[in-house]
C-alpha cells in the first residue's frame, strides 16, 4: 500500500500560480512514477502530468505545457507539481497518484494508488 496526501491548494486569481505537494509514505517511493490528476465540476477526471521514478521522464496534458511543472525528491518521498499563469479553466480538484505500469502512464487506469484530493480554484 502507498498513501498520499496532498495540500498547497486553494483560491487563486487568473494569472497567479500554486504549487501543490504530495507526500507518499508505505511502499517504497522512489519505486513508482508520479502523477498528477484532475476532475472539474460535471467532467470526468483527466490527465494533467507524470514523472517517471527517476525523475528523468516528464509527460503532460497539451493544455498545461509550458505552465505546469511537475517534479519530484525521493529523499522526502514528495512530489509537486507548481503551476504557473492559472486559467480559470484550470479549476479542478486535484489528485496525486502513483503507479507501478509502464511508462508514459497516462491512462487513469493505469494508477494504482490515490490521494483523497485538493481543492483548486482560480477565478477571473
Known amino acids: 500500500q502507498v498513501q498520499l496526501v496532498e495540500s498547497g491548494g486553494g483560491l487563486v486569481q487568473a494569472g497567479g500560480s500554486l504549487r501543490l505537494s504530495c507526500a507518499a509514505s508505505?511502499?517504497?517511493?522512489?519505486?513508482?512514477?508520479m502523477g498528477w490528476l484532475r476532475q472539474a465540476p460535471g467532467k470526468e477526471r483527466e490527465f494533467v502530468a507524470a514523472?517517471?521514478?527517476?525523475?528523468?521522464?516528464?509527460n503532460y496534458l497539451d493544455s498545461v505545457k509550458g505552465r505546469f511543472t511537475i517534479s519530484r525528491d525521493n529523499a522526502k518521498n514528495t512530489v509537486y507539481l507548481q503551476m504557473n499563469s492559472l486559467k480559470p479553466e484550470d479549476t479542478a480538484v486535484y489528485y496525486c497518484a502513483a503507479s507501478g505500469s509502464m511508462w508514459p502512464i497516462d491512462r487513469l487506469y493505469e494508477y494504482d494508488y490515490w490521494g483523497q484530493g485538493t481543492q483548486v480554484t482560480v477565478s477571473s
Open positions: 508505505g511502499r517504497t517511493f522512489s519505486n513508482y512514477a
Open positions: 514523472i517517471s521514478w527517476t525523475g528523468k521522464n516528464t
